[in-house]
Each structure stands twice: as C-alpha cells, then as structure tokens.
C-alpha cells in the first residue's frame, strides 16, 4: 500500500476508531469508567479518523485533512503522555475538578454521552493489558498513527520535488 493512498488513509481511520471501539467495550462491558484524560484521547482518536477519512474523500485537500490528523494525534499524544505521569505519580490527581466539568459541558458529552461523558478517576488502577496500563497504550497508538502520518506527508512532499 502506498503512503498517502485513499486505503492508506481508510485504513489509519480504521484502526482510530476500531481503537475508540475497544474503548467503547471496555466501558460497557468491562465497566471501566472513562476520566476526563480518556475521553480527551478519544476526541484524538476520533480526530484522526475523520481527518483520515476525509483525506481519503478529498485528493485535492489531502494535505491540510493529513495534517489537522496528526495534530489530533500529536494533542493525544501530550494528553495521553501527561495521563501516564498521573499513574506513575498517583498523589497528583485530575479527579474531580473543573476540567471533568468542562469534559462533560461539552456538546459531544450531551449528544453522545455513551462516548463522551467522564464520571471515572484519572489514577484509579486498571488491570495491565498485556503488561501495560490503558494510557499507555493510548500513547503507544496516538504515536504510531501520528507518526505514519508524518511519514506519508514527508513522502509526499519527496515525491512532488
């Protein structure tokens, strides 16, 4: 598959929102309650997805749609890299706090609470998934799909010259 081909692009927005599926499962099936920091990842994941998916529709403005995707992924990436910080350093804390209400004042905490609502703790331990936390893998994922992105920008750009 090629950099920058609309199944490059279909299949970045397929993992990214299988990614916020898995999410999804997690919460109502698992019962794992999302905190403000996870469902600001799945604003990036879903970010992603739909910039990818209109990169795939949209030839002409493919550039502008790859790269508002990766500054989803690279605001994921800080969100998700400072929600790592709190598991490692549990006495620090976003529990309750204004950013919860502001999470869940959203539009998309209103329209699609099953998605977009907060009501869990930031450093509440989870069980591991194949040894590393929720978070982690959050941030292992926003850097792979951010980067894949980069990567097929700076070819396409090779490319043109």
Not at 52 to 60: F, G, H, T, Y
Not at 101 to 110: S, Y
Request: net charge positive.
């Amino acid at each position: 598959m090629q950099a920058n081909s609309r199944s490059f692009f279909l299949l970045i927005a397929a993992i990214s929102f299988g990614l916020v599926g898995y999410a999804l499962y997690l919460q109502h099936v698992e019962g794992y309650q999302p905190c403000p920091l996870c469902v600001m990842q799945r604003f990036a994941f879903v970010g992603i997805g739909l910039f990818s998916l209109l990169a795939a529709i949209a030839q002409n403005t493919r550039s502008l749609w790859q790269g508002l995707g990766m500054l989803s992924g690279v605001a994921g990436i800080a969100v998700a890299g400072y929600h790592v910080s709190l598991l490692l350093n549990p006495k620090a804390s976003c529990g309750i706090d204004p950013l919860e209400n502001w999470v869940n004042q959203l539009p998309t905490a209103k329209i699609l609470p099953q998605v977009f609502y907060s009501d869990g703790m930031c450093t509440t331990p989870l069980p591991p998934i194949f040894g590393l936390s929720i978070p982690a893998w959050s941030l292992i994922w926003l850097f792979i799909l951010s980067a894949t992105l980069a990567v097929g920008m700076i070819r396409r750009e090779k490319n043109y010259r």
